[in-house]
């Protein structure tokens, strides 16, 4: 039997890499490499290699933008696919994507054709796959508002499911749910609404200012690093109120930011090593020089603590973990 790099080298040929660098992939610049690399630049690219480390009972991983990714300095010793399949349909009001198309390109194409609904994804530094994955978010949109269905390959088969089927909460899916973790996002589809060109583009740039204004553009970072922290009743947050006014808007959402919770701490700007959390905004946490995977985890660890004993509040990471 040929061995798992002999089958990876006959399906990829030059799209197949050994001991391939992660940091050259990760929006942090971080992380040493994997054992075995495919850039799947199709679908069937996608399905494939998935099916030949299953075949091989290998592990592996999907890899995105890389914008929402911390790899182990050792690396990962499995198949990381990075999806790179970059289609995307236009049919009347529906938008369909494959997994590795960047969500503010479907943003920005969507708002070039008169399609509403999606301006706010300009803004995610990610895939769709990723989004879709981790119900993205921001400037008052989610990926649930829009989507119809997602493509997905489970347990060796393609299958369509509705958006309903989808289990969406707070930066959550149905994918991260025991069960469904190794469940492949191939495409996704959205339903958005005609309307006015020039005043979807205008929204665009809005929403690109507002980025630029209050986050640490340029920098080596995984973008926000905490969930903003959910809340039922004032009863589970009397530590905070005792201490700091919180704004009304999250009293109204009962979900506190986590950037706004590491700015009460006082904690803007610390460093370990040579990671810092950023200046302009407490849920960035950068690499500002050659910081390794080991600082990134040991500053998260230190934001959680205090916010745990200072506050009572448990923050819980966005960013995903391979290798550790």
């Known amino acids: 039997m040929p061995t798992t790099a002999d089958k990876l080298k006959e399906r990829f040929g030059a799209q197949y890499k050994d001991n391939e660098s992660l940091a050259k992939h990760v929006n942090f610049r971080i992380g040493g490499p994997a054992k075995y690399f495919v850039e799947a630049r199709s679908t069937q690219d996608l399905i494939d290699a998935v099916k030949i480390a299953q075949e091989y009972a290998l592990p592996y991983f999907i890899l995105g ?13 499995g198949l990381v696919i990075k999806a790179a399949n970059r289609n995307t349909r236009y049919e009347g009001d529906l938008v369909t994507a494959e997994a590795g198309v960047i969500s503010a390109t479907v943003a920005r194409g969507s708002a070039d054709k ?68 190794q469940d492949v996002i191939l495409e996704a589809t959205f339903k958005l609404t005609p309307g006015d060109r020039t005043e979807a583009l ?80 407490g849920n960035f946490l950068l690499n500002v020089g050659h910081a390794s995977a080991r600082d990134i985890v040991t500053l998260i660890s230190f934001v959680k603590t205090r916010a745990r004993d200072e506050f009572g509040v448990q923050l819980h990471e966005e960013v995903q973990y391979l290798g550790f």
Not at 65 to 77: H, W
């Open 65 to 77: 933008g890389g914008s929402n990714t911390l790899v182990a300095d050792e690396g990962y010793q």
């Open 202 to 281: 205008a929204l665009i740039e809005k929403n690109l200012a507002g980025r630029k204004a209050s986050q640490p553009l340029g920098s080596s970072s995984a973008g926000c690093m905490f969930k903003n922290y959910e809340y039922s009743s004032d009863e589970e947050i009397q530590k905070i109120i005792s201490k700091v006014e919180i704004p009304q808007a999250m009293k109204d959402m009962h979900r506190l930011g986590a950037g706004w919770i590491i700015d009460q701490l006082g904690l803007k700007g610390t460093k370990m090593g040579e990671a810092q959390i950023a200046p302009q905004h």
């Open 114 to 181: 008169g399609l509403r609904g999606f301006e706010w994804a300009v803004s995610l530094p990610g895939t769709i796959g990723g989004a879709v994955r981790g119900n993205a978010g921001c400037f008052g949109g989610e990926v649930k508002d829009n989507l119809v269905s997602v493509k997905l390959l489970r347990d060796g088969e393609v299958i369509d499911v509705p958006a309903a089927d989808m289990h969406y909460g707070y930066r959550h899916s149905v994918l991260k749910e025991s069960g469904h973790e």
